[in-house]
């Protein structure tokens, strides 16, 4: 006996919450109970009075799971509003990398290159070493960061996506 | 304004909200609120023997008379005991409210005494939970709580307090009812998808109408607008587990439970309907069976307040978030609108006659001995035309009961649906004794499941409440024993309930009555006995030990593979149906 496997998709969910103790765990908590995968989850909180905070979770599974997930959410009390950006759309997606590179000589300079070359800045220097910090689309940053492995990349670290319809209107 | 202890606070909450009873257990946590309610003129409090008993019978209590349960337990093990009967609570949609002390806000996270984090061990099995940190905020979140419990889809609510905020002082001021400023569920159906469901319902030659615990939570109003539209529609009826009642079985358009143990007709009925009428029910995997072959040829009107129960397991044709009470009578209306008149259903009717003819509740007799079914039906015929409020443990007996207790109306029935919990029955059933004090309330339990709550005896003695626990003893642990002739080859592995004890001398060790029924001969008279003495009773009733439920459907199979008898049963199940619940 094998165990059946659905195609997935991708879908890119942002959620507005109450911003109160717990949430994040509530929510963290629900997806893993009901065995759906995140990719990558953010929390902030967003409102002027601090009660409100917006996460966006990016999340794989088959149309109907999705749909699921998005259900389950609208259910927590504390959940104020569940978004699928992916099926709303068009939307914008950014993601924000702090990447070291530790190097001397022409894998060095290579790899300023190459920064330049992705808009990625310098935050921190030493004579054999950067940090760069980058954003973009999620697979901006994985291009990146696969060119850096071969360049002496030593610590790496993402915010995970955050992200918000296009147009006017919120 | 004079300021109040937390503790204080609370208890002038329960009162406000109109809370008569709290089953509890107290504890070094929940000390200063124990004293708050000592000698209280009006809430009662009754002491369980067992925390997860005090949930099960807030459940109980809730679902026989509508009105929320409440739980006030200690921290720690309180409140870890009191987690399967919560679980419960969440997975039948039950309303219950559980108050559970905590260490001192200072003390949390610090491995204090009897120290457990309640909020975090119940997230996922509450609809809602919170910690109240500052005295100042307990009013509102308690009524918070009470409306979340009840509004909506039901469901258990935790509320943790830290003993320091039940000891120290804020205003209290009673809040505005209903004072979630945003949760809101959507309980009015929408025009548009009704007027298409009331469209297939015009249009349909094989209707059913599969009603669940949805119209039982929606109140009487619900259950009395099921049967006006089954009157108006002529179509027949089942109902899952939890909705026994809310249709009455001695209408002829009943069918009988559907699903993995219901009856042939129904079943049968589900799988060749060209239009089914889901009301309150959400399609559960004890329903559906193979969900490749279930219902193939049918629309599906699917009605729930709970959105995601909808095209969770069934996708279905026409969803309507809504109550499903207000959902059946804009149908009604709907349906009135348009002239609608009772369709001609005959041909229908012919062929779930000949399904009902196969008569699949039957059961042989077996010389002397008590065949199961013969007690529950004994049981029923004993009680009828009394107010009766049966509840049950989790396995065969409680299937039996389903199958050969036939229920005229809504919140008669409290078992132990979709957690499944053995132990659920007698607490329940004390809980229902405090809300019904003047109806016969009955667990009908097994011998194995009787064991993981019985320390409840000495509850029902000391507020002399007369349930009767009529148990089905068969020496086993009989649905388990059933799975692994059907799986395993009968190995028997642990199903064998040895070392049973002497349940008459239990019952009279406890100040009860105990009666044992061993033959045929002896269950009317027993049953009588029973049921005319006042106080509580544990009845031994002695059954055929090997005696199987039928029928049923195998796990993984469709409806249409129904075994009625045990002559039906040929060989094991291969992996894939092993892997299944």
């Keep these: 006996m094998h165990i059946r496997q659905e195609d997935s998709e991708r879908h890119v969910l942002s959620v507005t919450v109450d911003n109160e103790a717990g949430i994040l765990a509530r929510i963290a908590g629900l997806v893993s109970a009901r065995g759906y995968n995140i990719e990558s989850l953010t929390v902030a909180d967003v409102s002027e009075d601090h009660r409100v905070s917006r996460i966006t979770i990016v999340t794989q599974g088959p149309p109907r799971v999705v749909d699921q997930i998005i259900a389950q959410l609208e259910r927590l009390v504390p959940v104020h509003q569940v978004r699928d950006l992916t099926d709303t759309g068009p939307f914008v997606e950014r993601e924000l990398a702090l990447i070291k590179v530790a190097g001397t000589g022409e894998v060095r300079s290579e790899a300023l290159r190459l920064a330049e070359v992705f808009r990625a800045k310098v935050v921190d220097t030493t004579l054999e070493s950067f940090v760069f910090e980058i954003t973009g689309p999620t697979s901006k940053i994985d291009t990146f960061v696969t060119l850096m492995r071969e360049l002496g990349l030593v610590e790496l670290c993402r915010t995970g996506v955050v992200g918000m319809l296009r147009g006017a209107s919120a | ?581």
């Design chain 2, 1 to 581: 304004m004079a300021e109040r202890s937390g503790a204080d606070i609370l208890v002038q909450c329960l009162v406000d909200l109109g809370v008569d009873t709290v089953f509890g257990y107290p504890g070094g946590a929940v000390l200063p609120i124990y004293d708050t309610i000592y000698e209280h003129p009006t809430i009662k409090h009754v002491l369980v023997r067992h925390e997860q008993a005090a949930a099960h019978a807030a459940e109980g209590y809730a679902r026989s008379t509508g009105k929320p349960g409440v739980v006030l337990v200690t921290s720690g093990p309180g409140a870890t005991n009191a987690i399967t009967g919560i679980t419960d609570a969440l997975m039948d949609s039950i309303p219950i409210v559980v108050i559970t002390g905590q260490v001192a806000t200072h003390l949390i996270g610090s491995d204090a005494f009897q120290e457990a984090d309640t909020v975090g061990l119940t997230r996922h099995c509450t609809k809602h939970n919170y910690l109240v940190k500052d005295p100042g905020d307990l009013a509102r979140v308690i009524h918070e709580a009470f409306y979340i419990a009840t509004a909506g889809r039901p469901g258990p609510v935790v509320i943790d307090i830290p003993k320091d905020v039940q000891v120290a002082t804020a205003e209290y001021e009673r809040p505005a009812l209903n004072a979630h400023p945003r949760y809101q569920p959507q309980v009015e159906p929408d025009p548009e998808a009704i007027a298409r469901a009331a469209d297939l319902i015009a249009a349909a030659e094989r209707p059913i109408i599969y009603s669940g615990g949805g119209i039982i939570n929606s109140g009487p109003e619900a259950s009395a607008a099921l049967r006006a539209l089954a009157e108006m529609t002529g179509a027949p009826v089942t109902s899952t587990l939890m909705g026994l009642g809310a249709f009455p079985a001695s209408s002829p358009q009943w069918l009988g439970m559907l699903g993995m143990h219901g009856t042939y007709e129904s079943n049968w009925a589900m799988n060749q309907a060209d239009l089914i009428l889901c009301l309150g029910a959400r399609f559960d995997d004890r329903v559906t069976g193979r969900l490749d072959a279930f219902a193939p040829n049918s629309k599906k009107i699917h009605v729930d307040i709970d959105r995601s129960s909808i095209n969770k397991i069934i996708p279905v044709d026409i969803p309507i978030v809504a109550d499903s009470g207000r959902a059946i009578e804009a149908l009604i209306a709907a349906l009135k609108a348009r002239g609608f008149k009772k369709p001609d259903l005959r041909d229908w009717w012919h062929r779930i006659e000949e399904w009902r003819a196969r008569k699949s509740l039957d059961y042989i007799e077996m010389g002397k001995e008590i065949m199961p079914q013969r007690a529950i039906a004994a049981l029923y015929e004993a009680t009828r035309g009394r107010q009766t409020i049966i509840t049950t443990e989790v396995g065969q007996h409680q299937m039996w009961a389903a199958q050969h207790f036939h229920f005229d109306a809504p919140n008669k029935w409290l078992t132990s649906g979709g957690l499944g919990t053995m132990g659920y029955g007698f607490p329940a059933a004390i809980g229902a004794q405090l809300g019904n004090p003047d109806a016969l309330v009955i667990d009908i339990a097994g011998d194995a499941s009787i064991q993981m709550n019985i320390q409840e005896l000495g509850t029902v003695i000391q507020y002399g409440l007369p349930v009767k626990i009529f148990i089905l003893n068969n020496e086993y642990m009989g649905m388990v024993r059933q799975w692994q002739e059907l799986t395993y080859e009968s190995r028997y592995s642990h199903s064998y309930s040895d070392s049973l004890p002497n349940f008459v001398k239990l019952a009279e060790a406890y100040g009860a009555r105990g009666i044992r029924i061993e033959t045929r001969d002896q269950l009317e008279a027993g049953i009588a006995e029973m049921i005319a003495h006042p106080g509580p009773v544990v009845v031994d009733c002695h059954v055929v030990k090997l005696s199987n439920c039928f029928p049923m459907i195998p796990s993984g199979a469709a409806h249409t593979d129904m075994l009625l008898d045990p002559s039906q049963v040929s060989g094991i199940m291969d992996d894939e149906a092993k892997a299944l619940v």
